[in-house]
């Protein structure tokens, strides 16, 4: 019964997530396929662009990895939102490609080895967009986003692989408010069962596997290698997640703080798991990304000339900032 509950919900969560309006410009979209011998494949996936972007070079490229239950049609149901943006100049043209993966597959290598998605959109999905499509291959240039699940999936690939991206944005993540298995609680993972859990990390489910692959712990683990990389990280929440997602949101902001990585995080108010609120939510995480290789510049000569007085000030203080405090030891996780 909760399978089937959860299923239902989530197929009222992609309709939620269509954007409604007028489309302004129009798109380019393909839908295609890869094969694969590390995952079921064929993998069929979609890229999301502007009109004539084959004609154009190097652009942007944004992985989008769709929430538990979806597909590649996810991004597909988001046309007018991108549309949208382009068209009003909110967004730079950028390349967006989406696979569809085991439904709730969490985006990884499964423990036993049967299913291996975070080694296949590293090592085979990006690889084949960049080498049929005109995308950068600038990691700078090359970037996470995904919702839900998906926002795990990105999180754990971007703490990883922190050198191959140049900004990740999750939106309500589907992360536990813990560093270490023993710790979770029913409420945490209320709506996953223990098949589901053992299906990707072991039967039993392996402890030590669980936390190699927990977003917050792998923060604490190899915190000095995600702040050296400048991996831009965004966070979304929303405050009446039906999922309690805001928790472990909340928690991996506060261990990125610990950590002193900076990033950028935003609990919504009156948000929920689906609704309206997530085009909204999805622009400004796409907009973050781009202001990761696009900052906002320098501000006008007077603001500067004050800045300068405000750093004279800032030798009188009896200590440095939060973020050049010294740097914490990795926690036990």
Avoid at 192 to 201: G, I, M, N, P, V
Wanted: hydrophobic share 40%; glycine share 6%.
């Amino acid at each position: 019964m909760l399978q089937q509950l959860h299923k239902i919900f989530l197929s009222i969560c992609f309709l939620s997530w269509t954007y409604v309006g007028v489309a302004l410009a129009a798109t380019d979209q393909v839908v295609d396929e890869i094969t694969s011998t590390i995952v079921p494949s064929p993998v069929k996936y979609a890229v999301l662009a502007p009109r004539g972007f084959k004609t154009q070079k190097e652009l942007p490229l944004v992985i989008y990895l769709h929430g538990g239950g979806g597909s590649h049609e996810n991004l597909l149901r988001q046309k007018a939102l991108w549309e949208a943006l382009w068209s009003t100049d909110q967004l730079p043209p950028m390349v967006f490609a989406s696979p569809s993966v085991t439904q709730r597959g969490f985006y990884m290598n499964f423990k036993d080895g049967s299913e291996r998605w975070e080694d296949f959109v590293l090592n085979e999905f990006i690889p084949h967009i960049r080498a049929h499509y005109p995308v950068s291959k600038d990691p700078k240039r090359t970037f996470l986003i995904g919702a839900s699940m998906g926002g795990m999936g990105s999180l754990r690939m971007a703490f990883r692989h922190p050198d191959r991206f140049g900004a990740v944005a999750a939106l309500e993540p589907g992360i536990e408010p813990i560093l270490k298995w023993q710790d979770m609680r029913p409420k945490h993972r209320f709506w996953r069962s223990d098949k589901l859990l053992e299906t990707a990390y072991g039967k039993p489910v392996d402890a030590d596997y669980w936390a190699q692959n927990n977003p917050a712990t792998m923060v604490t683990r190899d915190a000095d290698r995600i702040r050296a990389s400048g991996l831009q990280i965004y966070v979304d929440a929303a405050d009446l997640d039906e999922f309690w997602l805001y928790e472990g949101a909340e928690f991996l902001h506060q261990t990125l703080w610990q950590h002193k990585i900076r990033h950028e995080y935003h609990l919504v108010r009156g948000a929920r798991h689906v609704g309206p609120s997530l085009n909204d939510r999805f622009t400004e995480a796409a907009q973050f990304l781009v202001r990761s290789y696009e900052p906002w510049g320098e501000p006008p000569l007077r603001v500067r000339a004050v800045m300068k007085l405000i750093e004279r000030q800032k030798k009188n203080a009896d200590a440095p900032d939060h973020y050049n405090d010294g740097v914490v030891q990795p926690a036990e996780g």
